[in-house]
Structure formats: structure tokens, C-alpha cells
């Protein structure tokens, strides 16, 4: 990718994986879909169902050839997210709460201001933490353990 081509990036996405959006342009336009896959290098998204095409391929040592219909990327700019108490196309705000916490909340003519909840799919770990200790992890008894003291000095290497 080209410096001409990395500056056209989007850098602070607002669309999200698992995101009810509506498709503003294109052959699908004025449809709504779920979010499958944000292509952030490409700025493009996939949506579930929406903008298939043809996809001719060829056979070959471990798969059948054909034809096959496949969901293409859409431009992140022909989707908007979906307001989920009007239920018409929105932007994308950014709000903190009183309590501090970071929330998206609906913006332009026409939206009811309300917040965008977070997808249930992105709390959803793909890989679990682990909860016994691996061979590899620091025992807690010597991660719990004091080894400086700011008051007497003791711990501090003799420079």
C-alpha cells in the first residue's frame, strides 16, 4: 500500500462487528444486515447476505470447482449504523457517561440521540483465558513477594 493510499484510512472506526447497519448505496440500497467482517486496511466492511456475486472457481486437488455466490465487501462509507429506537440509518457519536465509561450514541437529523449497545459478539472471546497456571507462569508467592522498601532503602541496587 502506497503512502496516498494509507492516508485515506479510516482511523477511528465507529462501525463494528456484529453492527445492525442499513446500506445506503449500491444494488442493495435502503436493505439492513449484521456486520460479519470489518476490513480495516481496505476500508471496507462485509455485510451477512447483502451484495453477493458470482464467484467462478477452479477445482482443484482438494476442492470442487464452480460457481458460487459469495458476499463481496462494501465501502465503509455506503453503510450507516441503524438507530435502534427509530430504526432509521444514523452517524455514529462518541459520549462518556457520568461514571466515565466510553458509550456510541446515534447523531444527525432525525436521531432519537440514544445509545448504541456494544455487540454481543465482540464479548465473546475467541480463545479462553486460562485459569490453572501453565508451566511458563510466575508462582503467586513470588509475584506477592516485597523485595524494595522505599523507607529503608532495602531492594536498591549499589550504583
Not at 48 to 74: C, D, M, R, S, W
Not at 99 to 122: F, Q
Request: aromatic fraction near 4%; glycine fraction near 12%.
Amino acid at each position: 500500500m502506497g503512502w496516498k493510499a494509507a492516508e485515506k484510512l479510516i482511523r477511528h472506526w465507529k462501525i463494528l462487528r456484529g453492527d445492525n447497519v442499513m446500506i445506503i448505496r449500491g444494488k442493495d440500497k435502503g436493505e439492513t444486515g449484521v456486520i460479519k467482517r470489518v476490513i480495516r486496511s481496505q476500508n471496507r466492511v462485509i455485510v451477512e447476505g447483502k451484495n453477493l456475486v458470482k464467484k467462478h472457481i477452479k477445482g482443484g486437488q482438494y476442492h470442487e470447482g464452480g460457481i458460487f455466490t459469495v458476499e463481496a465487501p462494501l465501502h465503509a462509507s455506503n453503510v450507516q449504523v441503524v438507530d435502534p429506537v427509530a430504526g432509521k440509518p444514523c452517524k455514529v457519536g462518541i459520549k462518556y457517561l457520568e461514571d466515565g465509561t466510553k458509550v456510541r450514541v446515534s447523531r444527525g437529523i432525525g436521531a432519537s440521540g440514544a445509545i448504541i449497545p456494544r455487540p454481543e459478539i465482540l464479548k465473546i472471546r475467541t480463545t479462553p483465558r486460562p485459569t490453572v497456571a501453565g508451566p511458563k507462569d510466575t508462582p503467586m508467592d513470588l509475584v506477592m513477594e516485597k523485595t524494595y522498601d522505599p523507607k529503608t532503602g532495602k531492594g536498591m541496587p549499589d550504583l
